[in-house]
């Protein structure tokens, strides 16, 4: 057989046009010069990063408290109300389901109006709180999603062997359903923490002064321009990100495995 020496051009050329940007992102961010004509190698944007930019950093802290807090939130409520749509009957279940996935397929811009009105209706000050409401609003769905599907896999005879066994629903729901669904748990938090990070659309809605997280305060410092700090910020999250997965690698094992 013939090497396939053009599906390995096609692909070589697509991940070169992938990773390329970041390339580029990570060579200009060790560039003197402010602007895109190169310098010389320096280290100076990175000592501006931890030295000179406080603002920067508490959007930082802003976008990883609100991104845990949420994200737990959500999986917390999204596991409940699996559970609840999976094994419980009631009236309104298929509307439930309905109006619970719903958020998934409106554009962010709806859900970022939306809430707005909301807050300004029951008259909710800017802060941390209105983006910790929105950011588990629109993690919900997700969280519900994957663990919905995780539950539809599940056996329900081991459910009814417990109860067979004495143990009262409580107890099932705490030593054997959350056990099990564990996998999923974990992928949705995950996934919910991913999104909360990266979300700008609805974030730049019901965010304030003092309140913004990452993404919005990055998208007001270049405006005019692309910062120079801005690419060391990116370069130490680049890598930041790349190491906590490599730290996570026996989580995402046990996810694969399960």
Do not use: C
């Amino acid at each position: 057989m013939k090497k396939p020496r053009f599906s390995k051009l096609v692909f070589f050329l697509t991940l070169l046009f992938l990773f390329m940007p970041l390339f580029v992102l990570v060579a200009y961010s060790f560039n003197s010069s402010k602007t895109m004509h190169w310098g010389g190698l320096s280290l100076v944007w990175f000592k501006n990063l931890f030295t000179n930019s406080r603002l920067l950093w508490r959007a930082f802290w802003n976008s990883i408290l609100i991104a845990l807090t949420s994200a737990a939130t959500a999986t917390v409520i999204g596991t409940l109300g699996a559970i609840g749509i999976n094994w419980y009957s009631f009236k309104l279940k298929k509307y439930v389901q309905a109006v619970s996935l719903l958020p998934l397929i409106l554009p962010e811009i709806i859900i970022g109006v939306s809430m707005l009105i909301f807050f300004v209706g029951v008259k909710l000050e800017f802060g941390l709180l209105r983006i910790y409401i929105a950011h588990t609003t629109f993690n919900l769905p997700f969280a519900l999603l994957i663990l919905m599907s995780r539950l539809d896999e599940f056996d329900f005879s081991i459910i009814e062997a417990a109860r067979d066994l004495g143990a009262k629903e409580r107890e099932t729901l705490f030593r054997v359903i959350i056990p099990i669904a564990m996998p999923g748990i974990i992928s949705a938090f995950l996934i919910a923490v991913t999104m909360s990070l990266e979300d700008f659309v609805i974030t730049s809605f019901v965010s304030g002064p003092g309140s913004s997280t990452l993404p919005v305060h990055i998208y007001s410092m270049i405006r005019t321009g692309v910062s120079p700090v801005v690419n060391a910020l990116s370069v130490v999250l680049l890598f930041g990100t790349v190491g906590l997965v490599f730290l996570m690698r026996p989580f995402l094992k046990y996810i694969a495995h399960e």
